[in-house]
């Protein structure tokens, strides 16, 4: 089991930065992909980026170049810093983590999730 909390968004201006955080609580994060998706109003929810286990990163196109992500597992934490922010990412942003040893960009293949935080880019 796990249960995520994610903090630090909030509205900034477009070119703008914002780092997230998802503090964990359980046994498997060391062992979990770690995951951010995020959904605007009337869209689905969109893979944004993810770090694996090892440590690899994969990033969703629209992402790439501007957002980071990194681990912290002694602390059960992982960021997503966000830089040059756009209007099209406002959204909220939710962490998720997958079971051991999984990889996968589809938000269904995620058995945890947290509460989600609202980031709003102005143009």
């Known amino acids: 089991q796990l249960q995520l909390v994610e903090s630090g968004g909030g509205l900034v201006q477009a070119g703008g930065s914002l780092r997230l955080s998802c503090a964990a609580s359980g046994r498997t994060f060391s062992s979990s992909t770690m995951a951010w998706f995020r959904q605007a109003p009337g869209k689905e929810r969109q893979f944004v980026g993810g770090?694996?286990?090892?440590?690899?990163?994969a990033y969703s196109d629209s992402v790439k170049g501007r957002f980071t992500i990194s681990r912290d597992n002694a602390k059960n934490t992982v960021y997503l810093q966000m830089n040059s922010l756009k209007p099209e990412d406002t959204a909220v942003y939710y962490c998720?983590?997958?079971?051991?040893?999984?990889?996968?960009?589809?938000?269904?293949?995620?058995?945890?999730w947290g509460q989600g935080t609202q980031v709003t880019v102005s143009s």
């Open positions: 998720a983590a997958s079971r051991p040893y999984t990889f996968t960009t589809n938000s269904h293949d995620y058995d945890y």
């Open positions: 770090i694996k286990w090892s440590g690899g990163t």
